[in-house]
């Protein structure tokens, strides 16, 4: 009997201990894996969660241009961003060269004066070497709705407050690069990107979503306004209450985000530019999307 009340008292101590270390070891993956995800090449996604947002800015938002009408916006469906642009490294791993203007500053360094067509390239056969067709440039709205972070003033941290280079703007001075802090000192007028991941993050954990280098993103577009004689990006996708919008028509793609050399004006969430898709520039880089 004393024999078995033993046997019975390990067994119980054996389940109870087991089932705890199964339920921590189950729990703790499940939140990792469904709030970030790493590929093979060791790029780190973010998961955004659907919603609905106000895209473009206000009238009355300093530096605004003609083409930022505000309207809402649904995305459908949860999709990874990239954490960080594409990074030198990453691309010289995956195609095994390096393009970059600033290829000797390292790896950790943005990918820059990448075309439109060579980041479609880098996207292919990335698809290819992990077997998958999730890969892809994200929209613009995905790119405006993942900056914002939730936020409707001009940049996910704050207003804009001046268009200088020789004055800080508080609520980008610690999350960006740009004109003010890219190289304005130190040696004076020595502007360059700088490493990824060295400023902070917006609220959902992304990192250089203002400034470091332009980004390309998925859209087309036309570059002038016929009936308004006006130049600059134009879409039919800046109308309210529209789902997952994809403007494919025109002869130029949409870049986001302000540049390195820029000042806080080009940085606002809703700025947007647009160049041919073979056009390469030392401010132009691009972060990727993981579709679900």
Known sequence: ????????????????????????????????????YTNKLGMRFVLISKGSFLMGSPVFEPGRQWNEKRHKVLISKDFYMGETEVTQGQWEKLVG?????????GKSFPIDTVSW???MEFIRVLNKWEATDKYRLPT?????????????SAFSNGPITTFSCNEP??????????CYNSGLASPARDFKPHPVKTKAPNKWGLYDMHGNVQEWVLDSCKWRDILRARVGAVTTTYKNNIVDPLNKTGKHKIIRGGGWYQTS?????AYRSYYKPKTRRNSLGFRIVRMR
Not at 15 to 29: K, Y
Not at 146 to 152: I, K, L, P
């Open 169 to 178: 703007e508080p609520a980008i001075v610690n999350m960006a690069w740009y």
């Open 140 to 152: 613009e709205a995905e790119w405006e709705y993942a900056c914002r972070a939730g936020s409707t």
């Open 117 to 119: 067509n060579d980041c």
């Open 265 to 269: 004006k080009y940085q606002r969430s």
């Open 1 to 36: 009997m004393k024999h078995d009340f033993k046997f019975i008292t390990t067994s119980f101590f054996i389940f109870f201990f087991t089932l705890f270390i199964l339920l921590a070891l189950f729990h703790q993956p499940v939140f990792a894996q469904s709030k970030t």
């Open 97 to 105: 060269f390096n393009p970059s203007s600033f290829s000797k500053l």
